[in-house]
């Protein structure tokens, strides 16, 4: 008789989940028990527990992230007050993270799922947060594509190896996510066996992953990124297509794995001109974006410097478009539509300022919201490592009390 690992499944509940249809994805993290239990077609069970307390266990889980603020505010549901959440939450600002970067690499965190769902805890026992984010980093599904990655104190990542032609694209590698980056996925179970808020997985935007793969790191200008796209249109769309193709891989199995939304960083795009958005980017982001709609999990759509490309983010996809603070909420909103919830928009450095003045900013981005559903509240990127952690604190406890409906 055939047994099914339980780890990736489909169960059916037709009367259950009338809106979704019948199908309902579910995977291990959305199980209690530390062991992923194996179903036995022929009891229509799960060995060593009874069918009916397991399918219990997970539509309870189930209905406690589909009806968290964070889940409901992505759907432009009614909530009782706006999530909030803080892009880079774990990070160098807590001193538990600091103490435990004294003894391990970035890379060592990322890559031992105890310690990554150590850190991803840090800032979730300490604030009121609305959503945890699974600690990694954007950059993690280059090695397994064959690139070198070193994080180098100061300067940020190197990859000494850095894609510049047809050889170095064929010779790109494919990536099994679930064994490649099987610690990415072993930290999402283990987070979400103790966690009460939904669990957001993520990745870089095929963009934004291409420039740091082709500039060997951080880039002011992008010189060798658009020299490839301008110049080598066709080798272009080969990488972007490569990369479309991992990154859809890495985000379903992180929602297999138990992530409850994703989100997608496009933290450099802002260097393209809307033209340039349209032909270099457009094609892949939609193609990443429709790969991830069978997921059922709200995908959130980040970029930076992205002020005149908003409306062609909104056309590649995604159920929340993310805002930085060089735009008005409201004037963003308004231009996306009512149909996309939005997340942000304060800026990082408002947090290095007088509690009186940070507030007046929390009371200007709420009340350009206007407690519409459908907002998120966020930095407009991420935390920095400096930030006045009580001023962390205080943003979430005025965002929850001046929001209340
Ligand atoms: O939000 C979270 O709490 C999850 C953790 C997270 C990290 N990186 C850990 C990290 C997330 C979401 C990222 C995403 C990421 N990584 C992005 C997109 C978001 C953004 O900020 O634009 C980018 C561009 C990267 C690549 C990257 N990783 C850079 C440029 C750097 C060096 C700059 C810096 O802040 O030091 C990193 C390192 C990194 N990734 C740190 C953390 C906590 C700091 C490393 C340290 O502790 O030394």
Redesign the pocket.
Known sequence: MPRYNLQRGTLFFPHLFPREGYLRHFCAGDLISSSVPQFDSRSNGVVGQKPFDFIRQILNTEALSRNSRFIRACNREAVDCTPVW???????YMED?RTL?EKYS?LT??KTPDLAAE??MQ?INRFDLDAA???????LPLEPMGLSLE?I?GE??SIQNPIRNKKDVEALRPVSPNEDLQFVMEAIRLVRRGLKIPLIG?S?APF?LAS?MIEGG?SRNYIETKRMMYGAPHLWERLMIHISHVLADYLIAQVDAGAQAL?I?D??VGALSPEDYRIYVLPYMKSLFSALQKCQVPLIH?G?GTATLLTLQKEAGGDVIGLDWRVCLDQAWKLLGNDVAVQGNLDPVVLFAPLSEIEKRVDDILRKAANQPGHIFNLG???L?ETPIEHVEAVIEMVHKKSTR
Do not use: E
């Open positions: 803080f892009m880079r939450q774990a990070g160098r993270f970067r970035l965190l990322c850190v991803t800032p984010i699974i600690f990694a980093d954007i950059l994080f104190k940020g990542p993520f870089g934004t740091y951080h989100q960083f933290s450099w980040f930076t990127h991420g935390i490592p």
